[in-house]
Structures are given as structure tokens and as C-alpha cells.
């Protein structure tokens, strides 16, 4: 009990005070110190350890801490004095204790003094060195060497049994002292090879962590009897001792020491291979040697292997790419090969292993290591032309491949390629590698690898020469070329095949003019403007054909849809009209894309398409609408209000219209979708934004024509017409007044005003009270705000007034945008017209409940009955909210899976 309490004590005192020690303090005490450590590691004190009823007993028997507190005593001794006071009791144990435990005991406790010695900030390295060497040269070759007979084997030595005359009168040995000397010596020579292993993994570990200066001579002397002993530990009975001793071996090799020379690097990797063809089942002594021969072909510019020696490696490097434990040293040192430029015929049977490794792998680091190694090989490994297009078959093929991680992978090899590999060759693959691009960018399902592709082609169509970008310019044109209509109406109606088939041509043709649509946008990034103008000229007929197809199928798809409501239910997903949106929106997108990075291409070049944009602002297709829109806003920025203005006047005359926009019934109309297409519902951020730019340009062009509204006011929207009912006649009276100042632009703010009070979505309020906020700033004087107060100021009312009430950002943003309309206007203009809204909303309001309390006296039934409908009604449009999204609705607004799946290109 007292030497359990006594070591536990011991070990407590030592790691609180170890912070405090300086070195050399504990010198005089290690020999009691090593005493204690003894008796609790390998004394009888360490068997009652082992029973488990003791250590439950007592707190002190619970695990050996005498451990740490060997390994806190090194760290803080003066080595050149105190190490020998260490090892002596140490090495007596190892002759005379008997224990099961011995060698586990033993190996923890050299562990715990290399850790200690390698924190002891006064070690004396030349002493270091010399203590090392001296461990391993006794302790690992001895049983290699001749030594004294055993008991056991004496008996081949035997003398006769007569003494010589010199022994006659000498008084004899105890027989059983010399067996008991015998038995410590064979003890010893068991375990003694510890020693050496220990002495390795300390030369290991500091020559690891730069702790041996190779600048210091004396150092670098002392080091160099290490590189010929290290040379024959290879050859070491002991298995521990061989990984050891390679891996030392390979952090010295790659040091300046007289003793490396070429010759001395080439014996001892002819050992390291004979080893590891011998030794191949023992992972770690396979792993060991693989990362050995790595770093000396690395360092060792010298050594050059003998095609021998490298078929083995390569053998072993193409066995171990299954092993994944195995797999980080392999990939090291195929790297090294592959910088050094070592080839022999099994180089090129391994790098097809490392292609199907960087596909079929499910570690990045590893595809992308593999990718690097095959992108070197093919740049700096002599190959016919036969064997790149081998090679680019590889990754073209497995861009299909079945899992998204091996399509990444194939994507990225492709990216490398383009980037790394000369123009000469990729204009010879160039249109090989175009065309499987193209066709994962209309069948990739995964979002990411299409977003790839489509950066790999701009990247392709950059790097090649010009005269293969128009070629593949060409191929697009061609399949973006509309298909031809069939005239032949006498089709026989039994004749199912051949429907069929043409059905299947159809749906190949929409797929080609797709994936056209989106090239087109794609080479206008990447060629210059002057070699794709030509190629845009020739397409505009396409495009504007292409366009009238689209609108023609939208009418017949709205029609079908209508025919869904009355009864027929027809399967609008898969009908041709559903699959030629994605035609026009990517077509309407690469326009943008033209225009935005070659912005002195003129509008005029597309002459009929602008007319047509207003058409596609009622598309079924959410994201037709949004790409009709951003392109009315590029066409309207290339424009100017007063100048659309001035041919819109009046007194302007009936001459020769320039655009659309000139044509007061088509910018009327425009105005009307666009307002249309803000009060739908569902309508992003986005959508908003783009929306009230195109409305804020023709709010300008409104104030400034003052041109009277087709066809009177029968144009204006019922509901609109409706809200009116509740007006009284001074209210019209004035609101005929500000109408003659500019109908168009009275006409405006009153359906945004209407859109903002009848709209239950946020973004859609939102929208309206920024384009007033614009419209205010752009009108030049408050005189030109004054007649549409009412419009501005009505829907925001409520929102100002008690914001608390308001959605999400609508009252900070209401009371922004009055505040703007305050500053506008003047304070004592501004709150006239406020009072009198708020007054007349507050009447209206309390005359609609007044109607209703009259309501409940005269008629109570109706009342209830008109109470229950409403309350039927609400529930069952709660019921009904989660079926909205039907195959009707997700081809009428653009929403639910089979939208997303489309717009991504998937069949």
C-alpha cells in the first residue's frame, strides 16, 4: 500500500512542479527516483496492480503512473551526466526480472524516455549521437555474430574430462552460479534488441524534426557513421528495427554527408527492393520502403533506377492502388516517377489504373491527385496522336458516367486539359471534345455539372483557333435552323408508326435548337466581335422564326389549358407545345448575353423580335416572362424617352415609325402586360426589379407625349372600374381634370395604385411603392406630381400609419417613399392631400360598417347566410392551397418539380 501511495505521490509532485524544475535539478535524486519507477512498473507492486480487486480498492493501484513520471524526470535531466544512472537499472531489469510483462514493461518505458528526451531543452546532441550509435551497433547485430555457446548447445564443445596440471589444485566454480550467469546472459540477448529499436525511433524522430544541424560540422561529422549503420540495420533479424531504420535511411540519404555518394545510394536502394520483394505480405514494411524510394528519387537527382528495379516498383505501386491504406504513399511515388520522367512500358499500363482511379474513386483528394498525375503524363510522356485521343475517349466517355462525383471528376480532367494542352492539339480533338459537351449540357440532370459544361465550352471556344470556333459556330447554326414544316395534310390516321416516328424527330429537333439556343449565348461570351457578328447576321432569321414557333405553341398550350377546365384534362407535360419554351427562353437569353458583352451590336439587327417581347411578357412560362422582360430592358436602355416621345406626339404626323415603341396602341399595350405581369402572383425579387425599369422608361415616355388612350376608356381594367363605383362625383370630376393633364401616365399610377391595394404578396407592393418613389424623382416639378397624390399616397396609407400591422420591410420602406413625396412636394401640399385621403378612407370605412350593422336588422337570415358562405368559402380555399400545384398550374406559372426539371435540360 505505502509504495502505491508513494509512486501515485511522486507522480503528482513531478507533473505540478515540472513547469517550475530547471534542468539538472533532479540529477542527484534519479537513482532513488529510478527505484521507485522500477518497483511500480516491474516490482511486486506492479503485480497487485494487475489484480482488479486491489485497484478497486485503493486510488492509488488504479493504473501506472510511474510512466509519465520517467518521461517528466528525462525531460528535465542534464544527459551527458545523469543518462547512464537511467539505463543501468534499467538494463538490470531487463536481465533478471522474470515477469510476463517484461517486454511490453520495458518497450513503454524506452517510449516514455524518447519522449522525454526529445523535450529536454539541454540535451548535448554530439552525446546524443554517440549514445545512439553505440545502442545500435551492440544491441542489433550481436545475434548475428559469433557468440559464446549456450548451456544448451555447450555439449558440441566439450572437453575431456581430465584437467590440465595447471587446474589440479585450483579450487572450482559453483556450477550453479555459472548457470545462473548463463540464464542473465541469454535474458539479455532476448530483449536487448529493444535497446536498438529504442535507439532508432530517437534517430528517428530528431533527425524527422530538424533537431541534428547539418550546418555544424561536428553535427554533420557525427551524422555520418550513421548512413553505413543504418545500411546494415536493413538486413536486421528484428522486425521492428528494419521499417525504422528505412525510414531513417530516407531523411538522410537526402542530406550533403560525405558517405552519400552514388554508389553508397545505389547499394542501399538495392537492398530496400530486394526487401520489399521479399517482404511484400508486411504492409508496413511495404508502405515504409514505397515512401523511402519516393523520397530518394525525389532528392537523390543522382539515382536513376534500373528498369528492374522500377517494373518492381510499378508492380507493387499497381497492386497497392486497391489498398486504400496503401493508396496516399503509392500516389507519392507515382508522382515522383512521373516528374522524373522514368518510363519503361508499365508506366502506361499503370496510368490507365490511375484514370479509372480518378473517376471511380469516392475521395476528392484522391481524384484530384489522380488527375494531376494523368494531366502530367500526357503532356511530358512521348505519345502518338492515337494514344491522346485514347486518353480524351477516357474522359469524354466518363462524362456520362453513372454517379455525379465520377462526372465531376471526368468535367475537371476536361477543364485541366483545355488549359494545359497546346493549340496544336486541341484544334485536332477540338470539335471530338465539342460535341459530348454539348450533349451533357442538354442531359446532365445534375445542376453543378452543367454549370461545368457550360464553363468548359466558353473555355474550349476561347483556346482553339479561330477557324475551328467558327466550324463549330457552323454546326450550331445548323441545328438551331427551324424545323420544317410538313404540307402533306393527307396523313392516313391508322398509321400509328409513322406518327410515332415523326413524333421522335420532333422532340430531337426541339432538343438540337435547345442546346443551339444556349450555345449561342455561349460563343457570343467567348469569340471576339468580330468573328461572331457574321455568324449572328446569319441567324437572326432563325431566331425570329424560332420565337413566332414558340409564341404560336403558348397560344395552343393556353388554349389546351382553358379545354383542362371544362372537363378535358389533356397531359400537358408531355404535349410539344410544354417542350419548346426551354427554345425560347435560352434564345432570349443568349440576346441578353450578346448585348451585354458586345454592346455596339445594333438593335436594329433583329428588327421583328422587339415587337415580340411584348407577346412573351404573357408566356404560360414564369421564366419566358422574366427573360422577355430583362430583354426589353436591354433594348429600352438603347433608347431614349424624349426621343420615342417626340415621334409619339400628336403633332408628329403618321410618318414612316421607327421600332415598336412609336406605335402608341403597342407601347400602350406593352404597358398594360408589363402591369399585368407585376400583378401576378408568385413574383420574385427579381421579376419586380426588372419590371418596374422597363415601367419606370415608359413612365417617362408617358409624361412627356401627353398622347390620349387607345380607344378611350374602354381599355381600362374592369376591376379597376370597379374600385371607381364607390367614388363620389367631385372625386371623378377632379380625376377627369388630372386625367387631360397626361391620360397614359394618370392611366399608369392608378393600375400600379390598384396593383399595390389588391395585391396580397409583399414583393408585389414592394415593387410598386419603389417605382413611385422613381416616377416622383424623375417628374420635374411638384406641380407634375400634384395629380397623382392620390394614386401615390392611397396604398401606402394603411402601411405608414400603423407599420407594426404591415408585412415584413413594407412600413419602413412606405413611410422612405412619402417622406420622398413630402420633400417633393412641400409639407403644406403634401399633408392637405393626406388629410383628405385619411378622411376619406376613414369615412369609407365606417360607412361600410354602418351598411353592415343595417344589414344584420333588416335582412338576419341573409346575414348569416352570407356569414356561412364566406366562412365555407375560406375553408375550402384552405383546403385547396396544397393540390395548387397541378400539371396545369406548373406549366401556367412556371412552378413545381417538372418546371425545375425542364429549365435544367432534363428529358
Known amino acids: 500500500y505505502q509504495i502505491h501511495v508513494l509512486s501515485y505521490t511522486v507522480h503528482y509532485l513531478l507533473r505540478t512542479l515540472s513547469f517550475k524544475t530547471q534542468p539538472g535539478l533532479l540529477d542527484n535524486s534519479v537513482d532513488v527516483l529510478m527505484e521507485i519507477f522500477l518497483e511500480d512498473i516491474l516490482g511486486q507492486s506492479a503485480e497487485q496492480k494487475d489484480v482488479a480487486e486491489i485497484a478497486k480498492k485503493l486510488k492509488e493501484a488504479r493504473g501506472i503512473h510511474s510512466f509519465h513520471s520517467l518521461e517528466i524526470v528525462v525531460s528535465k535531466i542534464d544527459f551527458k551526466a545523469t543518462m547512464g544512472v537511467i539505463m543501468k537499472p534499467l538494463l538490470d531489469a531487463m536481465s533478471t526480472s522474470r515477469r510476463e510483462k517484461l517486454a511490453t514493461r520495458v518497450n513503454e518505458m524506452l517510449g516514455r524516455i524518447a519522449k522525454g528526451l526529445f523535450t529536454n531543452a539541454t540535451l548535448d546532441i554530439p552525446a546524443l549521437l554517440v549514445f545512439l550509435h553505440q545502442l545500435i551497433s551492440k544491441n542489433l547485430f550481436a545475434t548475428s555474430q559469433k557468440t559464446a555457446p549456450t548451456l544448451r548447445d555447450s555439449h558440441k564443445y566439450a572437453k575431456p574430462l581430465r584437467a590440465s596440471p595447471d587446474d589440479r589444485f585450483l579450487v572450482q566454480a559453483d556450477p550453479a552460479k555459472q548457470r545462473d550467469a548463463a540464464v542473465v546472459h541469454r535474458q539479455y540477448a532476448t530483449h536487448s534488441h529493444m535497446l536498438g529499436e529504442f535507439a532508432l525511433r530517437v534517430f528517428y524522430e530528431f533527425t524527422k524534426h530538424n533537431k541534428f544541424n547539418i550546418k555544424d560540422p561536428l553535427h554533420a561529422q557525427m551524422l555520418d557513421p550513421f548512413v553505413e549503420l543504418l545500411g546494415r540495420c536493413i538486413h536486421s533479424p528484428f522486425s521492428q528495427a528494419q521499417p525504422l531504420a528505412i525510414k531513417s535511411l530516407g531523411l538522410v540519404l537526402s542530406v550533403p554527408l560525405p558517405s552519400v555518394t552514388q554508389d553508397m545510394v545505389s547499394n542501399i536502394m538495392r537492398d530496400v527492393f530486394s ?75 499503370l496510368m490507365n489504373d490511375i484514370a479509372k482511379l480518378m473517376i471511380r474513386n469516392p475521395g476528392p483528394a484522391v481524384r484530384r491527385q489522380s488527375a494531376k498525375l494523368l494531366l502530367e503524363f500526357m503532356m511530358f510522356y512521348p505519345m502518338t496522336e492515337a494514344k491522346h485521343r485514347h486518353y480524351l475517349l477516357f474522359i469524354v466517355n466518363n462524362m456520362s458516367y453513372e454517379f455525379v462525383s465520377g462526372r465531376e471528376a471526368a468535367l475537371e480532367m476536361m477543364n485541366r486539359v483545355i488549359h494545359k494542352f497546346p493549340r496544336g492539339i486541341l484544334d485536332k480533338h477540338g470539335v471530338f471534345v465539342f ?45 438551331y435552323a427551324p424545323q420544317k414544316q410538313n404540307n402533306n395534310n393527307d396523313v392516313d390516321s391508322d398509321d400509328d408508326d409513322n406518327n410515332k416516328e415523326e413524333g421522335g424527330q420532333s422532340g430531337s429537333s426541339a432538343i438540337l435548337r435547345r442546346a443551339a439556343a444556349q450555345l449561342i449565348g455561349i460563343f457570343s461570351e467567348s469569340m471576339d466581335r468580330a468573328s461572331f457578328e457574321p455568324h449572328l447576321q446569319r441567324l437572326v432569321p432563325s431566331v425570329i422564326a424560332n420565337l413566332q414557333t414558340t409564341l404560336q405553341d403558348a397560344a395552343k398550350l393556353v388554349q389546351d389549358m382553358q379545354e383542362a377546365h371544362e372537363g378535358t384534362e389533356p397531359d400537358l407535360a408531355n404535349t410539344p407545345e410544354a417542350e419548346t419554351w426551354p427554345i425560347a427562353y435560352y434564345t432570349l437569353h443568349s440576346l441578353e448575353k450578346v448585348f451585354q458583352h458586345n454592346p455596339s451590336t445594333p438593335v436594329s439587327l433583329f428588327g421583328s423580335v422587339w415587337s415580340m417581347l411584348s407577346a412573351f411578357l404573357e408566356h404560360p412560362h414564369g421564366w419566358v416572362r422574366l427573360a422577355a422582360s430583362r430583354l426589353l430592358g436591354v433594348y429600352l436602355a438603347h433608347n431614349d424617352p424624349a426621343a420615342i416621345a417626340t415621334q409619339l406626339a400628336p403633332t408628329a404626323g403618321s410618318g414612316p415609325y421607327k421600332g415598336f415603341l412609336v406605335v402608341p396602341g403597342e407601347i400602350f399595350l406593352l404597358a398594360r402586360r408589363l402591369c399585368a405581369l407585376l400583378a401576378a402572383r408568385g413574383v420574385t425579387e427579381e421579376v419586380g426589379r426588372q419590371v418596374i425599369k422597363n415601367l419606370l422608361f415608359l413612365g417617362q415616355v408617358f409624361f412627356r407625349c401627353h398622347f390620349p388612350l387607345p380607344g378611350g376608356k374602354q381599355d381600362q381594367d374592369q376591376d379597376q372600374n370597379d374600385d371607381e363605383d364607390e367614388k363620389d362625383e367631385k372625386e371623378k370630376e377632379k380625376e377627369d ?21 389588391g395585391s396580397s404578396t409583399p ?16 417628374l420635374p416639378t411638384p406641380e407634375d406630381v400634384t395629380p397623382f397624390l392620390d394614386s401615390i399616397i392611397t396604398p401606402m396609407f394603411r402601411h405608414a400609419a400603423q407599420p407594426e400591422r404591415a408585412p415584413e420591410g413594407l412600413g419602413p420602406l412606405s413611410k ?84 425545375d426539371e425542364d429549365a435544367d435540360g432534363d428529358e
Open 763 to 778: 414583393a408585389n407592393k414592394a415593387a410598386v411603392f419603389k417605382w413611385f418613389a422613381a416616377m416622383v424623382n424623375q
Open 435 to 479: 460535341l459530348p459537351l454539348v450533349e451533357r449540357l442538354v442531359n446532365d440532370q445534375e445542376p453543378l455539372c452543367r454549370q461545368m459544361v457550360g464553363g468548359l465550352l466558353k473555355e474550349l471556344v476561347k483556346t482553339v483557333s479561330p477557324a475551328v470556333a467558327d466550324q463549330m459556330m457552323e454546326m450550331v447554326g445548323v441545328w
Open 737 to 757: 381634370k388630372n386625367r387631360g393633364n397626361s391620360p397614359a401616365l394618370y392611366y399608369l399610377f392608378q393600375r400600379m395604385s390598384f396593383i399595390a391595394r
Open 275 to 349: 526487401l520489399m520483394q521479399k517482404q511484400s505480405g508486411r504492409d508496413d514494411l511495404s508502405r515504409t520502403c514505397m515512401r523511402v524510394v519516393a523520397t530518394v528519387l525525389r532528392d537523390c537527382k543522382g539515382f536513376t533506377p534500373l528498369d528492374v528495379q522500377l517494373q518492381v516498383i510499378l508492380r507493387i505501386a499497381t497492386q497497392d492502388l486497391d489498398n486504400t491504406k496503401k493508396l496516399p504513399q503509392t500516389l507519392a511515388l507515382i508522382k515522383v516517377i512521373i516528374s522524373r520522367r522514368l518510363a519503361v512500358p508499365e508506366v502506361y499500363d
Open 816 to 899: 422612405q417613399v412619402l417622406g420622398l413625396v413630402e420633400a417633393k412636394m412641400g409639407p403644406t401640399a403634401y399633408f392637405q392631400v393626406f388629410d383628405e385621403i385619411r378622411r376619406r378612407l376613414v369615412g369609407r370605412q365606417e360607412e361600410r360598417k354602418r351598411k353592415r350593422k343595417i344589414e344584420k336588422v333588416v335582412d338576419p337570415e341573409g346575414t348569416a347566410a352570407k356569414r356561412r358562405e364566406l366562412k365555407l368559402r375560406r375553408k375550402l380555399e384552405r383546403q385547396k392551397r396544397p393540390k395548387r400545384v397541378t400539371a396545369s398550374s406548373r406549366v401556367l406559372y412556371g412552378t413545381g418539380k417538372w418546371r
